[in-house]
């Protein structure tokens, strides 16, 4: 049975810090890459950050390049994304994601498996 647990999450102030991880287990973890996602009330889910499966590549969204940063550890089966400088409108609820290797990992219909999210609250 495939799962991806999300931890991490909380209420912080504006510039504050957070560090999320995802716990994997029930597939082989090493041939997936992985990702982050996000949704806001209202809002549509969006790409935030993902990380290729041996971890030599990343990709961020504009909008938190340079204050987030993802990483994983294939021994341990985790990825994490660390998030420093938060801002309100980083707040939403944030999943984690695991994409066949080789595909548009921009695109969250491309990911096959998919946490329960965890609740990033920021205050101004």
């Known amino acids: 049975q495939v799962q991806l647990v999300e931890s991490g999450g909380g209420s912080v102030q504006a510039g504050g810090s957070l560090s999320l991880s995802c716990a994997t287990s029930?597939?082989?973890?090493?041939?997936?890459?992985m990702g982050w996602f996000r949704q806001a009330p209202g809002k549509e889910r969006e790409f935030v950050a993902a990380?290729?499966?041996?971890?030599?590549?990343?990709y961020y969204r504009d909008s938190v390049r340079g204050r987030f940063t993802i990483s994983r550890d294939n021994a341990e089966r985790m990825v994490y994304l660390q998030m420093n400088s938060l801002k309100p409108e980083d707040a939403a609820v944030y999943y984690c994601?695991?994409?066949?290797?080789?595909?548009?990992?921009?695109?969250?219909?491309?990911?096959?498996?998919w946490g329960q999210g965890t609740q990033v609250t920021v205050s101004s």
């Open positions: 990380i290729t499966r041996g971890g030599g590549t990343t």
């Open positions: 029930g597939y082989t973890f090493r041939n997936y890459d």
């Open positions: 994601a695991a994409a066949r290797y080789g595909v548009n990992l921009y695109a969250g219909a491309n990911y096959a498996y």
